[in-house]
């Protein structure tokens, strides 16, 4: 089977990685792909430009052209302008929601609607599409809480803040609304962050381990949120058959029954972040994403050890039934360290010399130390080319081995002035 992954960075990477691995892949094409990655099988790498509609358009028809029998698509941006829809169009499967259905994460006043309908726990909100309305509530608002001001749309993790005080709600609140003109003002959620990543066909549900995402970009969570520093899987005490049933009857279940009755059926990834008290058992949803988490993916799929092409077939084909509640994975668990480029999550540097070596997560193999999230080719040498730039992986029976290891693959084949978290997989935090 010729098969398309449609994104560039680590996730995709770690995709193309496991799906290369697939008896029923005899042909890999990554769009736009990244020069840092290399395969045992045919390989190429496309030009395309995923940030517009005509650009999905012209993807499709080269696709559909040269036969692409299944495509995947990694990030959010894409399957927010119907890239799905647009395959679908032309008769190619396609792994991932549609348009109408990639709202759960491109609009959180429209996850939060589902939610509400669907009875899914979830924290108390307000909408807001006036600045001075937003700052009348703040004013008036309980102190004796803290807020949650959010963007409502796609912002690269950055369009969140959790403020304790007046103060820094009124510091942050015109630059989110010049994010998309309107936010969501939420009650903060007390507990432990969990991603819970399930493949979805519309009716059903087959869930990874439960993750830990770090966001805040320093150390002991300090710091502005980024797309995710590490993790680790699974989060032990929650990778067990009681509460996979409690979050598919609970929050899943009901999720796809409310999209189907909206007609719009829910394929592909749902990731759902939970915050949960663990002594209490007590949760909220603070969001839904609508793709694979990035760095989850990495090691989620370091960890799986079924084919993934039959979920993907099975998830498109409405046929997931027959698979497996908790997706089988081996013994351990799996950690990734993010190396970021000095700034990020601000402006990060680019063109400093990374000791990438290509064939360290070769895609087809078995075992991969690192995988590339913004690395690129310059005069011969791999240079940095975002702001997280490669992921040390460790998978390994005990957890703190898995970490260590990640940490020296990270260093092995980092650069200068990388920045990491070193209490990645601390479970005390
Ligand atoms: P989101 O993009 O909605 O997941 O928010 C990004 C991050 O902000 C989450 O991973 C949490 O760390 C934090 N966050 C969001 N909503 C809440 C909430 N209601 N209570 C506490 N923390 C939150
Ligand atoms: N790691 C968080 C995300 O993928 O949104």
């Known amino acids: 089977m010729k098969v398309l992954v449609v994104g560039s960075g680590g996730r995709e990477h770690a995709i193309a990685w ?30 395309c430009d995923l940030t517009n509609v005509s650009g999905l358009e012209a993807l499709a028809l080269k696709a559909k052209k040269e036969n692409v029998e299944l495509v995947v698509v990694g990030p959010d941006d894409p399957l927010s302008l119907g890239i799905v829809d647009i395959f679908e169009y032309r008769g190619i499967p396609t792994f991932g929601p549609r348009k109408e259905a990639a709202l759960l994460e491109s609009s959180k006043a429209f996850a939060k609607e589902v939610m509400e309908s669907a009875r899914v ?56 609304f010049e994010i998309h003109g309107k936010i969501l003002i939420e009650e903060k959620l007390y507990g432990e962050e969990i991603s819970l990543l399930g493949v979805c066909d519309g009716n059903t549900v087959c869930f990874f381990p439960p993750a830990r995402d770090y966001k805040p970009v320093f150390n002991e969570q300090k710091g502005p949120n980024t797309g995710g ?13 009681s509460f996979f049933n409690q979050m598919k009857k609970e929050v899943f279940l009901p999720v796809l029954s409310e999209m189907k009755k909206r007609g719009v059926p829910y394929r592909g990834v749902l990731y ?55 997706i089988p994975t ?93 209490d990645i997989a601390k479970e005390s935090l």
């Open 272 to 326: 759902a972040g939970l915050m949960r008290d663990p002594k209490t058992g007590d949760y909220g949803v603070l969001e839904f994403n609508a793709r694979f988490g990035d760095p989850e993916t990495q090691v989620l799929l370091s960890l799986m050890t079924d084919d993934l092409i039959p979920y993907l077939k099975a998830a498109i084909n409405e046929t997931l039934d027959s698979y497996p509640l908790q």
């Open 229 to 241: 520093m590490g993790v680790f899987a699974p989060i032990t005490e929650l990778n067990n058959e």
């Open 18 to 47: 496991k799906i290369a691995q697939s008896t029923e892949v005899s042909h890999l094409i990554a769009a736009p792909g990244s020069e840092a990655w290399s395969s045992k099988i045919p390989f190429e790498c496309w030009d």
């Open 330 to 422: 081996q013994s351990g668990y799996a950690v990734i360290v993010m190396g970021a480029s000095p700034g990020y999550p601000g402006d990060s540097k680019k063109g400093l010399t990374v000791s990438w070596d290509p064939s360290v997560a070769l895609l087809g193999s078995l075992d991969a130390e690192c995988f590339a999230s913004g690395i690129s080719k310059k005069e011969e040498q791999w240079v940095t080319s975002g702001g997280r730039v490669l992921g040390g992986v460790g998978v390994d029976e005990s957890l703190s081995e898995a970490k260590i290891k990640a940490e020296s693959h990270l260093k092995a084949y980092g650069f200068e002035e990388m920045h990491y978290r070193t």
């Open 121 to 176: 726990p979830t924290a108390s909100y307000v909408q807001f599409n006036e600045v001075s309305q937003a700052k009348q509530w703040l004013i008036e608002a309980d102190w004796r809480k803290s807020w949650v001001l959010k963007a409502d749309g796609l912002a690269l993790g950055k369009g969140v803040r959790v403020c304790e005080s007046l103060e820094e709600a009124m510091e942050s609140i015109d630059s989110l």
